[in-house]
Each structure stands twice: as C-alpha cells, then as structure tokens.
C-alpha cells in the first residue's frame, strides 16, 4: 500500500512538471529595427548615355574617273596627305594620245578659220567694186563663222580631252588620312568599280551623332537658356563621350547640330556632337555613348544600395503606417553615380528602408528608426 502511493505520488509529480513546461511562452519577439528615410521628388540634372556614331570631319571614297590599269600607288596606308596630293596614277597612254589627236583638230580648225577669213576679206573689195555678186560674199563669210564654231567645238574636245588625262593622276580631294588600299598595282580600274581605291578621312575633328527621343529632346530645350536652337546649343555645357571600352573621351565635346526634323519611323531626332581629335585617337566608325545632362522636375531619387534585384527587376522596401515592411517594384529613369532616379514605384511621403532590409520580409512588422542619410547625391 505504501509503495502504490509512492508510486502515484512520482505519477502526479511527472505530470504537473509536463504540464508546466509545455505551457505557452507569454513574452512577445521584439519586431527588429530598419532605417528608413522619407521620400521627396525634387528638380535633377539626369545623365542618360545614347549610342552615337563617329564620322571625321570629312569622310570621302578615293575613286577612278577613268578606266584603265593602275600603274602606281603614290601612297601608303595610314598617311596623311594634304589636299591635292597625288595618290595614285592610272596609266595615261590612251588619254594622252587622244589629248594630242584634240590638240591637232585645233589647229586645223585654227588654220580653216585663218583661210575663211582670208576669203572674206579677199571678196570685200571686189564686191565694193561691183566685180563680183553680195551673194559671194555673204557665203564666203558664213563659211568663215562656220569654221570659228569648228574651232570653238575642236578647243572645247581638246579641254575636255585634258581633263580626262588629268583624271589619270588620282588626287586627294581633301586633306586627311588614307585607309586601306583595296587595289594592287597593276588592278584594271573602271569608274563602275563597287569598291573605292581607298578612302580618305580628315579625323582633327570628330563628329558623334546621336538620335534622342521627342520628351528627351523637350527636357533637353529646356534645360538651356536661350530662344532659338541655335542660341540654346551655344549655352549648352559640354558633353562627354563614353568609348567603347568604358572610358570616357578626355575631352569633352560641344553640341552644335540639331537635325531639321524627328524621324518618322523612330520619333527620334538626331543631334551632333564635335570633338578635337589632334592627337587622332579616334577614328571614323569608332563607336561610343553620348553622356548628356537633362533637366527633369518632380524626380525621385535614391540610393542605389537601398535596392535589390530579383529576377531582372529592381526592389526596395518601404515601411506602410501599420508599421509593416512593403516591397514595392521600381521603375528605373536613370543613373547618376550611386544614386537611381525614379519614373514609378515610390511617391511623395513614403518612408524607405536604407539599411536593414536583408533581415525582414513582406509583410513583416518592423521598428523604422529616421535616417539622417541623404536620398539623392549626384
């Protein structure tokens, strides 16, 4: 009897002490601290990178004007020649021969004009003198007018028969440097050839165009002052452009072309950009991005580090009155050093999460403590 109620009596103890150990925790999990800050549109200078395309200030294929083989190369590539230059030399044998055939018709046509007016002036007195009829000498001197327009087409084949042999000698139209020869000595020549001898580009200046769209291009007028476009690109600051391999030109360029209508297809409109080039770092064809300045009003700006990405898509965290985290999907404009500039998914008010975000989740409450942190700094 007395071991049965020892028995019951560890029964009961084990019990109660289950029942006190399994009971429900009456403590609650402090919600854990973010940084927010509030969020303000405000008036920035956004900076938005367009492709451009270079062009040299003067860009022209090296070509034949007349047929025939080339018989020398008077340059290599690479040079730099000044107008005029003699590049390369087609074989003038046949130009020249018919330049000397021209020359004998001159003179021939030269000497039929001497007797013509030989003629007319033997038949004047001999018609003052009645010997002979008007008649005679109103043919004697259309036969001398004949012979002047005999002469005058003789000097004008004898002209253009020089011209032609000039062609032989290929001359630089502008000064510039020579590409790539695409011919050999020796090549046969046509004026019909689908590829140029070479080409010639003067790159001491360089020419990036560039098409930005139509609000682009309002935000951009309105940025500068002044009342016609020519005067607003005078005001334009300089721009800057970015080479193909991530480093920017280290000389900024000016504004000064804007094209005379948008294009119908695109909506865009093209404008130029010039930039010294003595040293000739770059090059006809080089590619490259326009970093241009634009004024836009009402912008929100913030940190890129209080973003984070998520299946090709930019998130942040805000923190909504009930005091619960919110991520929110924003709508990136543009991107100016550590800072993101926003068309959508942030207004006017909202209290952003700077540091913290990587603890919490949707939905989740949380303790926003005020950040001093700037949102926006270029």
Same mark, same amino acid.
């Given at each position: 009897m007395k071991k049965t109620l020892i028995y019951f009596l560890l029964a009961q103890t084990i019990i109660?002490?289950?029942?006190?150990?399994?009971?429900?925790?009456?403590?609650?999990?402090?919600?854990?601290?973010?940084?927010?800050?509030?969020?303000?549109?405000s008036d920035e200078i956004l900076y938005t990178e367009y492709p451009a395309k270079i062009e040299g200030q003067t860009d022209v294929e090296i070509r034949t004007?007349?047929?025939?083989?080339?018989?020398?190369?008077?340059?290599?590539?690479?040079?730099y020649v000044e107008k005029g230059t003699a590049l390369f030399q087609v074989d003038p044998s046949?130009?020249?021969?018919v330049y000397n055939e021209a020359l004998?018709?001159?003179?021939a046509t030269k000497a039929s004009v001497t007797s013509a007016k030989l003629e007319v002036d033997k038949l004047k007195p001999l018609v003052e003198n009645k010997v002979v009829s008007d008649y005679q000498i109103k043919a004697a001197q259309a036969a001398y007018e004949a012979a002047l327009?005999?002469? !005058? %087409?003789?000097?004008?084949?004898?002209?253009?028969? +020089?011209?032609?042999?000039?062609?032989?000698? $290929?001359?630089?139209?502008?000064s510039g440097f020579i590409g790539r020869l695409s011919?050999?000595?020796?090549?046969?020549?046509?004026?019909?050839? !689908? %590829?140029?001898?070479?080409?010639?580009?003067?790159? +001491?200046?360089?020419?990036?165009?560039?098409? $930005?769209?139509?609000?682009?291009?309002?935000?951009f007028k309105e940025g500068l002052r002044g009342l016609s476009i020519g005067e607003k690109l005078k005001n334009a600051p300089g721009v800057t452009m970015i080479l193909a391999g991530g480093k920017p030109y280290r000389q900024t360029g000016a504004l000064d072309m804007v094209d005379a209508a948008f294009d119908k297809n695109t909506g865009a409109i093209t404008l130029r950009a010039t930039f010294h080039n003595q040293q000739g770092l770059l090059r006809s064809g080089n590619s490259g991005r326009i970093r241009l300045g634009l004024k836009h009003s009402g912008v929100i700006g913030i940190p890129q580090s209080a973003t984070f990405e998520m299946q090709d898509k930019i998130f942040a965290f805000i923190v909504d009155e009930n005091s619960k985290a919110r991520q929110v999907a924003l709508t990136i404009s543009g991107a100016s050093g550590n800072t993101y500039y926003l068309s959508g998914g942030l207004k006017s008010g909202d209290r952003l999460v700077l540091k913290g975000f990587e603890?919490?989740?949707?939905?989740?409450?949380?303790?926003a403590e005020k950040s001093q942190e700037k949102l926006a700094s270029n």
């Open positions: 109660l002490s289950g029942c006190s150990s399994s009971g429900p925790q009456s403590s609650k999990a402090t919600p854990p601290s973010v940084a927010v800050s509030i969020v303000n549109p004007q007349v047929a025939g083989i080339l018989e020398k190369i008077l340059v290599n590539e690479g040079d046949q130009y020249r021969e004998g018709d001159v003179l327009a005999k002469e !005058t %087409q003789a000097r004008a084949k004898a002209g253009n028969a +020089r011209i032609t042999l000039g062609f032989t000698t $290929i001359k630089a139209p502008e011919k050999k000595t020796g090549s046969l020549l046509a004026p019909s050839d !689908t %590829q140029p001898l070479t080409y010639l580009s003067d790159n +001491r200046d360089v020419h990036a165009y560039f098409s $930005i769209g139509e609000a682009d291009f309002v935000s603890s919490i989740k949707d939905g989740m409450e949380v303790k």
